[in-house]
């Protein structure tokens, strides 16, 4: 059974980095793309970017380039959102998910439960 | 960038009922459309990719109809279940999402 596990909710301040995590199992983590939606709140969905774990091929939404910096390590089956500096716009549930096929530009059948990251001083 | 309209943004219809939800991107994206359900609290659930293939497991209630720039998602006759938001996205480039249909029940 295919699961992506996220890490824990965040509370964080204006101008602090942070890094979130996706761990992949059940599949060959390293021969499919994992990407990242951000949801702000009560919003709709956004497509961030997506990371092939296998050799860390990186594609990211033009809306998001320079945002953020998705990652992966595949010895441990687990992809990465960070920040570098975060802004109260940031304040997000951040979903990883994953394509039933081994193409970047695919839907995703597969889903995380969802990172909830609060921005606020 | 490709922008994705849905229409509308909330639909009040009955149990038992028929849905039709409307998506229509800014050009042509061939069949690269899927559909996704979301219920309050959780993540968004895949329900129709390549325009009409419905994904594993999803009721033969929901159809998926369309191609270029006008595309459809049907739901024949209305489970309480179904009342969600419902998003469309297009993967033919840069993959976009539509901003949301709010099926609610009336």
């Known amino acids: 059974e295919v699961q992506l596990v996220q890490s824990g909710a965040e509370v964080k301040k204006p101008g602090e980095s942070l890094k979130i995590s996706c761990k992949g199992s059940g599949y060959s983590f390293t021969s499919y793309w994992i990407g990242w939606v951000r949801q702000m709140p009560g919003k709709g969905l956004e497509w961030m970017g997506i990371?092939?774990?296998?050799?860390?091929?990186?594609r990211y939404s033009p809306s998001f380039q320079g945002q953020v910096t998705i990652s992966a390590d595949k010895s441990i089956s687990t992809a990465y959102l960070q920040w570098s500096s975060l802004k109260a716009s940031d304040t997000a549930m951040y979903y990883c998910?994953?394509?039933?096929?081994?193409?970047?530009?695919?839907?995703?059948?597969?889903w995380g439960q969802g990172t909830l990251v609060t921005v606020s001083s | 960038e490709i922008v994705m309209t849905q229409s509308p943004a909330t639909l009040s219809v009955s149990p038992g009922e028929r849905a039709t939800l409307s998506c229509r991107a800014s050009q042509s994206v061939s069949s690269n459309l899927a559909w996704y359900q979301q219920k309050p609290g959780q993540a968004p659930r895949l329900l129709i990719y390549?325009?009409?293939t419905r994904a594993t497991g999803i009721p033969a209630r929901f159809s998926g109809s369309g191609s270029g720039t006008e595309f459809t998602l049907t739901i024949s006759s209305l489970q309480s279940e179904d009342f969600a938001v419902y998003y469309c996205q297009q993967y033919n480039n840069w993959p976009h999402f539509g901003q949301g249909t709010k099926l609610e029940i009336k």
């Open positions: 990371i092939y774990p296998g050799d860390s091929d990186t």
């Open positions: 390549g325009a009409s």
């Open positions: 998910a994953r394509p039933g096929v081994d193409t970047a530009m695919a839907p995703f059948d597969y």
